[in-house]
């Protein structure tokens, strides 16, 4: 990413813990209000959200529109954010390619093998 504002390298230095949702970059004070009434008082609750939405940004921006008041900047800024955050924090599956390679060559040690079984999040 060639710029990153203050608010998201902030966000972006450790884990999501337990921050309030304002945390999050793109999430306005008046944006904050209305996830809190919704229930998304945590960080971790939004990104809960976004994942439920299999990280889908387009998607996940419509919803923080239409069922959460926020404009168009604070959906993209927020979305990008727990898109950054997901790809620093969350293990990433090799492509299928590298799955089949892997396979072919005995590369398998068992604790991937294992991660990899019970891995069924989409992406």
């Not at 304002?22 to 809960?48: C, M, P, Q």
């Not at 990008?80 to 398998?108: A, D, M, V, Y």
Request: net charge negative; charged share 25%.
């Amino acid at each position: 990413m060639d710029h990153m504002s203050p608010r998201l390298r902030a966000f972006l230095s450790e884990p999501i813990g337990e921050k309030d949702v304002v945390w999050v970059d793109g999430i306005s004070h008046e944006l904050a209000i209305n996830l809190v009434t919704k229930g998304f008082n945590k960080a971790y609750t939004l990104l809960g959200q976004f994942l439920l939405m299999h990280k889908n940004e387009a998607e996940f921006q419509r919803w923080l529109i239409c069922c959460c008041g926020a404009t168009e900047c604070e959906a993209q800024e927020s979305s990008n954010c727990l898109k950054e955050w997901c790809s620093c924090f969350l293990p990433g599956r090799p492509r299928s390619s590298t799955i089949k390679h892997r396979q072919h060559t005995g590369g398998w040690t068992a604790p991937e093998t294992l991660f990899y079984l019970v891995d069924l999040s989409k992406e």
